[in-house]
């Protein structure tokens, strides 16, 4: 489902001389359907770069990037786009919406892109909300008013409203509390379950155990500065 073959990503600091950083190199492997990946290594190594690549956030300089058989690299935006709606979730660390807009309706608009009924969508989202202990007297407000754990939890909500065939989640489990945590685990174990391929940061050992199926080093792809 997810397949990466000979990526490779720098960039150049054009304020420092034009100095080269090549951030990862060569990197290749594959994440089949109902498999979580871990990406580990140390800070600075590429974990965030290489979720963004795969993403489509960044360019990518060399190699193949693909997920469900459409490589990423060199897809046009409107195939990208096609591919983040119907197929490639991403939870990422912080919640970006726009102001003013219920958090039911932040929760539910990837299913409204997908032409899901709205009664359906509100349904779905609703429960995803009372699962993450969100309280109801809530909904009606814009998560940007919320504290960092309930933004990560509504982040949360909409990042699984649809089943996506595969998902990227970039430390999922950080600024909640034992029970939310124990409720994005679940998430994750019935997406696994479901036949999702999934990669993930998780800086949480534990919850990085309990999920994961293999741990892939970003640091054996990290050669350092050239000129």
Not at 87 to 113: C, I, K, N
Request: aromatic share 6%; net charge negative.
């Amino acid at each position: 489902m997810i397949d990466l073959s000979n990526v490779s990503k720098s960039f150049t600091l054009h304020n420092q001389g034009g100095a080269v950083i090549e951030v990862i190199s060569n990197v290749s492997f594959a994440v089949a359907t109902g498999e979580c990946v871990a990406l580990t290594g140390a800070s600075g190594a590429g974990k965030s770069t290489l979720m963004r690549m795969i993403y489509g956030n960044y360019l990518t300089q060399a190699g193949e990037i693909r997920i469900g058989g459409l490589d990423i690299v060199r897809s046009e935006p409107r195939d990208i786009i096609k591919l983040r709606r119907d197929v490639l979730g991403y939870v990422s660390q912080f919640l970006r919406v726009v102001p003013r807009v219920p958090t039911l309706d932040v929760v539910a608009e990837p299913l409204r892109a997908l032409k899901v009924p709205a009664d359906e969508a509100q349904d779905r989202a609703s429960a995803l909300l009372t699962q993450l202990n969100i309280p109801e007297r809530l909904w009606s407000l814009s998560p940007t008013t919320f504290s960092g754990g309930e933004q990560q939890r509504v982040n949360i909500a909409r990042g699984f409203a649809h089943t996506y065939p595969a998902m990227l989640l970039d430390e999922p489990t950080a600024s909640l509390d034992a029970a939310n945590r124990e409720v994005v685990l679940s998430l994750i174990e019935d997406a696994k379950a479901r036949g999702a391929a999934i990669i993930g940061i998780f800086h949480d050992e534990a919850a990085r155990t309990h999920v994961c199926d293999r741990e892939i080093d970003v640091g054996c792809f990290t050669p350092g500065m050239v000129a």
